[in-house]
């Protein structure tokens, strides 16, 4: 509901509420009996960026906000800002160097790694856990590729 259409929904209720329907204006009773309409201009419409990747057969998949443990670039990217912090001396020339180095030292078995982490995270929040319990089981049940029953998480936690 638009902002317009909730202020003359409430001067309405406002007035019906202290018996005085004869006082509102006409154009606030029309505006708060018009039904929603939600603009299909946008909602249905796919972003430029979406059309431009599937036209060229790739699928393009949008992650959640603030939830950097569902993206294993995130991972990358973390692994390669404290490689390049552990060498780094704080010079732009240094950086130009080093970050490339850095980019490279990511081989394609600690990439595997981070994107079973992010599946482990995915597991464990379409279990219904929560983001506590989530880190937790991710971190404790790293074998078999598994987090482990909600209950068992929770009896664990509870030790």
Known sequence: MSEVKK???RRVAEAEAMGQEDAVP???????DQPDIQPDDFVNKKPMLQKY???????????PKFHCELNPIEMLWGFMKYRY?????????????LVPQCLKMCDTITIRHFFRKTWRYMDSYS?????????????????????????????????
């Open 85 to 97: 912090r552990k060498v780094s001396d704080g010079k732009f020339s240094t950086a130009k160097v």
């Open 127 to 159: 279990k219904g856990l929560d983001a506590y319990q989530t880190a937790f089981a991710v971190k404790v049940f790293k074998s078999h590729r598994r987090v482990g029953h909600p209950a068992e998480i929770k009896a664990l936690m509870s030790r």
């Open 26 to 32: 006409e154009d606030d009773v029309a505006q708060a």
């Open 53 to 63: 990747i599937e036209g060229r057969g790739h699928i393009c998949m949008y992650l």
């Open 7 to 9: 202020d003359a929904a």
